[in-house]
């Protein structure tokens, strides 16, 4: 019984962790990475005068930009 609970215990904090490094990605933290490719994904929409339903691409497209920006090469 004291086994199981040091292994869900050892569980949860190596979960805790993975947590913790996925926040802040490349130094930077995810909120901020989020509001960097909202305000490209605006400038985006905005470059084509919002005309059409091009959301999502606005997004993966601004994604894709600040993931360059940042140096990620997933």
Do not use: C, H, P
Request: proline share 0%; charged share 30%; no cysteine.
């Amino acid at each position: 019984m004291a086994q199981k609970r040091r292994q869900s215990k050892d569980k949860k904090t190596s979960m805790n962790a993975d947590l913790s490094t996925s926040k802040q990605t490349s130094g930077i933290a995810t909120e901020q990475r989020q509001n960097m490719i909202a305000e490209a994904a605006y400038l985006i929409a905005e470059k084509r005068s919002f005309q059409g339903d091009a959301a999502l691409d606005d997004w993966l497209q601004a994604e894709s930009e600040v993931k360059v920006q940042l140096g990620f090469t997933e």
